[in-house]
C-alpha cells in the first residue's frame, strides 16, 4: 500500500522542540528526495524544508532556517523533521512527501500530524 504517516506532533510552549516522523511504504523511498510541507489553519499548504535521496543536501524556508532540521533513515524508509525553538506562529498540520515533480501517481498525501506552539 502506497502511503505516508506522519507522527510525533503536539501542544508544545513558545522555545519548545518536537520532533516528527513520517513513514514511508509502498514506493522505493531510498529513492526520492523528501520534503515537510505544513498548512496553517485559513493559509495554503507551504513548503517548509527537503532532503535528498542520500541525504547529501538539504534546503529549508527561510522562516524555518536554524530551527527546523530534516534528516532520513532510508534502510528505516523514515524521513524526519527535528523543530527547535519553536515559535506560535510554526502552529499548523505538518505533512511529508516526495516533491511535486518527482511524486508517482499514486502518492497520496498523507493525514499529517498536528503541531501546536502556545503558552
Known amino acids: 500500500q502506497v502511503q505516508l504517516v506522519e507522527s510525533g506532533g503536539g501542544l508544545v510552549q513558545p522555545g519548545g522542540s518536537l520532533r516528527l516522523s513520517c513513514a514511508a511504504s509502498?514506493?522505493?523511498?531510498?529513492?526520492?528526495?523528501m520534503s515537510w510541507y505544513r498548512q496553517a489553519p485559513g493559509k495554503e499548504r507551504e513548503w517548509v524544508a527537503v532532503?535528498?535521496?542520500?541525504?547529501?543536501?538539504?534546503h529549508y524556508a527561510d522562516s524555518v532556517k536554524g530551527r527546523f532540521t530534516i534528516s532520513r533513515d532510508n534502510a528505516k524508509r523514515t524521513v524526519y523533521l527535528q523543530m527547535n525553538s519553536l515559535k506560535p506562529e510554526d502552529t499548523a498540520l505538518y505533512y511529508c512527501?516526495?516533491?511535486?515533480?518527482?511524486?508517482?501517481?499514486?502518492?497520496?498525501w498523507g493525514q499529517g500530524t498536528q503541531v501546536t506552539v502556545s503558552s
Open positions: 509502498g514506493f522505493v523511498f531510498s529513492t526520492y528526495p
Open positions: 532532503i535528498t535521496s542520500a541525504s547529501s543536501s538539504t
Open positions: 512527501n516526495v516533491p511535486a515533480n518527482l511524486r508517482p501517481a499514486n502518492l497520496a
